[in-house]
């Protein structure tokens, strides 16, 4: 199978969408198909646009009867995924960081190798204790370490989806826009194939929704962590109600049913990918997306261990190794395959101004 170039060329996006174009027959199954028949010709915004809110289910694939060993040698999926990490590699800066973290596994090695170090050695967490959270490292220490680690990729992911955002000629947005779009995120309905009857992402012979209720586990277990976080951050800072808090409060509610959907989700997004073709994505890219959707699972693994253990020896090992994969993740919000989610509302809320 012929596969499309990690910096595929315009003029190949150019053929490639304009034969689908003349076609039509995909036009049904997803935003980025429904899209294509508004345009007549292709310029880089225009496939950029595309490329964002394609969801890579691959239906179209398989329903082509002009891939390879036709002479079109159509490749839509991955077409527009090559696209897409290109724009993310383009617009988030810096893009030396964000084009290594978006093809080699290294820069994720590195960094927790070096976190962890950080958090045994120089603050001197004990990989054997007992005691508890907070005694192990202070709050205040805590909130120094990890507020610099997360501001600064969220402001350079937001810088990168603004420079997107003008790129594809978005207009101001408005509170319409947004919640369209938020309304799709939320329902991933796209990964339905577009007509509810699931996509091919793992099997060519067969339509499936697991890789869209892996997808929503995901998502919705990153929110309620997230949720948990915050609503620590607001006990704290608010009430001056300091952790550890109960197994019934909102952290913790939130926070393991947050970390069991995350873990789940995750470890069923990773099974998913061993089953799919490979030429239908990103190639160069596969490798470091494996390893991103199996930090995501360390993320929230490691924190319920850390809940598990509570109390026992094992209790500042598992608490090292959490926030060293923790500390990891928010450095590549912006520069792995998270910065898709972004990116891609930012597309669905162009979109709604399009339509």
Same mark, same amino acid.
């Given at each position: 199978?012929?596969?499309?170039?990690?910096?595929?060329?315009?003029?190949?996006?150019?053929?490639?969408?304009?034969?689908?174009?003349?076609?039509?027959?995909?036009?049904?199954?997803?935003?980025?198909?429904?899209?294509?028949?508004?345009?007549?010709?292709?310029?880089?915004?225009?496939?950029?646009?595309? &490329?964002? /809110?394609?969801?890579?289910?691959? +239906?179209?694939?398989?329903? @082509?009867? %002009?891939?390879?060993?036709?002479? !079109?040698?159509?490749?839509?999926?991955?077409?527009?995924?090559?696209?897409?990490?290109?724009?993310?590699?383009?617009?988030?800066?810096?893009?030396?960081?964000?084009?290594?973290?978006?093809?080699?596994?290294?820069?994720?090695?590195?960094?927790?190798?070096?976190?962890?170090?950080?958090?045994?050695?120089?603050?001197?967490?004990?990989?054997?204790?007992?005691?508890?959270?907070?005694?192990?490292?202070?709050?205040?220490?805590?909130?120094?370490?990890?507020?610099?680690?997360?501001?600064?990729?969220?402001?350079?992911?937001?810088?990168?989806?603004?420079?997107?955002?003008?790129?594809?000629?978005?207009?101001?947005?408005?509170?319409?826009?947004?919640?369209?779009?938020?309304?799709?995120? &939320?329902? /991933?309905?796209?990964?339905?194939? +577009?007509?509810?009857?699931? @996509?091919? %992402?793992?099997?060519?012979?067969? !339509?499936?929704?697991?890789?869209?209720?892996?997808?929503?586990?995901?998502?919705?277990?990153?929110?309620?962590?997230?949720?948990?976080?915050?609503?620590?951050?607001?006990?704290?800072?608010?009430?001056?109600?300091?952790?550890?808090?109960?197994?019934?409060?909102?952290?913790?509610?939130?926070?393991?049913?947050?970390?069991?959907?995350?873990?789940?989700?995750?470890?069923?997004?990773?099974?998913?990918?061993?089953?799919?073709?490979?030429?239908?994505?990103?190639?160069?890219?596969?490798?470091?997306?494996?390893?991103?959707?199996?930090?995501?699972?360390?993320?929230?693994?490691?924190?319920?261990?850390?809940?598990?253990?509570?109390?026992?020896?094992?209790?500042?090992?598992?608490?090292?190794?959490? /926030?060293?994969?923790?500390?990891?993740?928010?450095?590549?919000?912006?520069?792995?395959?998270?910065?898709?989610? !972004?990116?891609?509302?930012?597309?669905?809320?162009?979109?709604?101004?399009?339509?």
């Amino acid at each position: 199978m012929q596969t499309v170039d990690v910096d595929v060329s315009h003029e190949e996006a150019v053929r490639q969408l304009g034969i689908c174009n003349s076609c039509r027959y995909c036009e049904g199954y997803c935003g980025a198909f429904q899209a294509l028949t508004r345009y007549r010709e292709f310029d880089e915004p225009t496939v950029s646009h595309l &490329a964002n /809110l394609c969801h890579n289910c691959r +239906g179209c694939y398989y329903a @082509c009867q %002009y891939t390879e060993p036709h002479e !079109f040698a159509i490749n839509i999926p991955s077409l527009l995924a090559n696209v897409r990490a290109k724009n993310w590699e383009q617009h988030v800066k810096p893009q030396w960081l964000s084009r290594s973290m978006q093809r080699q596994v290294w820069p994720y090695v590195v960094l927790t190798v070096v976190f962890t170090l950080l958090f045994s050695l120089a603050i001197g967490v004990p990989w054997l204790s007992s005691q508890p959270f907070y005694a192990s490292m202070s709050h205040n220490l805590m909130v120094l370490i990890f507020t610099p680690l997360f501001l600064i990729p969220i402001a350079s992911l937001a810088w990168g989806v603004r420079s997107y955002w003008r790129s594809v000629g978005a207009e101001s947005l408005t509170l319409q826009n947004l919640k369209d779009a938020l309304a799709s995120a &939320a329902t /991933l309905r796209q990964l339905s194939g +577009g007509q509810g009857q699931g @996509c091919n %992402y793992e099997d060519e012979d067969r !339509f499936s929704s697991w890789r869209r209720w892996g997808h929503q586990a995901t998502m919705y277990g990153f929110l309620l962590c997230f949720a948990s976080t915050s609503t620590a951050t607001l006990f704290h800072y608010l009430f001056g109600w300091e952790a550890p808090y109960s197994f019934f409060s909102l952290p913790k509610l939130f926070g393991v049913s947050g970390g069991i959907l995350l873990s789940v989700g995750t470890a069923g997004l990773f099974y998913l990918k061993t089953k799919a073709d490979v030429a239908l994505g990103s190639e160069q890219r596969t490798r470091s997306e494996y390893v991103f959707i199996t930090l995501l699972f360390l993320v929230s693994t490691t924190g319920l261990l850390l809940y598990a253990f509570s109390g026992t020896a094992l209790a500042s090992a598992w608490l090292i190794i959490h /926030l060293a994969v923790v500390a990891t993740f928010f450095v590549a919000i912006p520069y792995s395959k998270m910065a898709h989610g !972004f990116f891609r509302l930012a597309a669905l809320c162009r979109e709604s101004q399009l339509n």
